[in-house]
C-alpha cells in the first residue's frame, strides 16, 4: 500500500507508482506559497530575485508538509551527483542526489528541465536527478560526452557504494514538452548516436530547428541502464510546465513574459 501524504496544496503530485511503502515522493506546484508575482506563490528558488524571507517560508512549508528536511542543491546543468545524510549541508554543487538515510529528502528543483526520481524495488535507498538537456546528455552536452550525463554518473556512484540497482524504478515529473521545447541541431547532436530511437525524439522544423522530448530522451537513458519500469510523465500536453501556466512555472514561458520565474521542487525520501 502506498501511504498518501492529507491536506496538500491544490495541484501538488504524488507519484503513482508501486514503489515500496517506505518510499515517499512529492512534487509542488506553482501554487500554495507566499511568494509574489512573478514568483507566485510557491517559489523554491533563492537564485531568481525573489525576496529570501518568502523563499524561506516557502521551503519552512515544504519541509513541514513532507516531515523531512529538504536537501536543496546548487544546480548547474553538470553531472556530479551526492551522496546526503542528514548532516549534509545546504547549497552544495550537484545535479543529483541520493540516500539511504530517512529524515533527509533528494530535492531537485525546477522549471522546464526535467526531474527524475529513483528508487529500488526494496526501499532502501533513494535518488533525485535534475535533467536539464545539458546534464542529460553530458557535461556541456558535447560529443564527447555522450553517454556519460547525469543519470550514468549517478548510477556510477550508486554501484560504487553498494547500492542494490538490480530492481530500479523511476518517476519522471513534469518538464517543457515536445511541443515547446525548440532546440538548435547542437542539442540533436549531443544525444545522436546514430539511432532511429533518438533521432525520432527530434522533429525537423524551421531554419534548422527542432522540437525536441525531454522526457523520451531521459525515458531512453534510462532504458540504457536497465530501468525499464519508468513512471509519470509521458511526453503528453499534461505534463508540459510551459502549457501549463495555471499549475508550473517555467522559466521559457515566464523569464520571456515577465522577466523571471520560480522553482519546483520534486523530493524523494525514506520514510521507517
Known sequence: MIL????????????????????????????????????DSMNLGDHVGDRP???HTNRERLAV?????????QQVHGVTSLQLSTATPQGLVADACWSRD???????????????????SAGSWVAAVHAGWRGLAGTGGSMKS?????????????????????????????CIGPQAFEVGP???AAFDDGSPEVRGLFTPIAQGKYMADLAGLARGRLQGLGISRV????????????AGS??????RRDSRNLGQSGRMAACIWLDR
Not at 15 to 38: E, F, N
Not at 110 to 119: F, H, K, M, N, Y
Open 65 to 73: 508538509q513532507i516531515g523531512q528536511r529538504p536537501v536543496f542543491l
Open 186 to 188: 547542437e542539442v540533436r
Open 231 to 242: 513512471f509519470g510523465n509521458d511526453s503528453t500536453p499534461p505534463w508540459c510546465t510551459v
Open 4 to 39: 498518501r501524504l492529507q491536506n496538500l496544496p491544490v495541484h501538488w503530485i504524488q507519484p503513482d507508482w508501486p514503489i515500496h511503502p517506505s518510499v515517499r515522493a512529492l512534487m509542488t506546484s506553482r501554487q500554495g506559497g507566499v511568494s509574489a508575482a512573478p514568483w
Open 53 to 55: 524571507a518568502d523563499v
Open 102 to 120: 530517512p529524515g533527509v529528502a533528494c530535492t531537485i528543483m525546477v522549471a522546464d528541465c526535467l526531474p527524475v526520481l529513483l528508487a529500488d
Open 246 to 251: 495555471d499549475f508550473f512555472f517555467s522559466h
Open 146 to 174: 555522450k553517454g556519460l550525463g547525469v543519470l550514468e554518473s549517478l548510477w556510477a556512484d550508486l554501484k560504487l557504494a553498494g547500492a542494490d540497482v538490480s530492481d530500479v524504478m523511476a518517476w519522471l515529473g513534469p
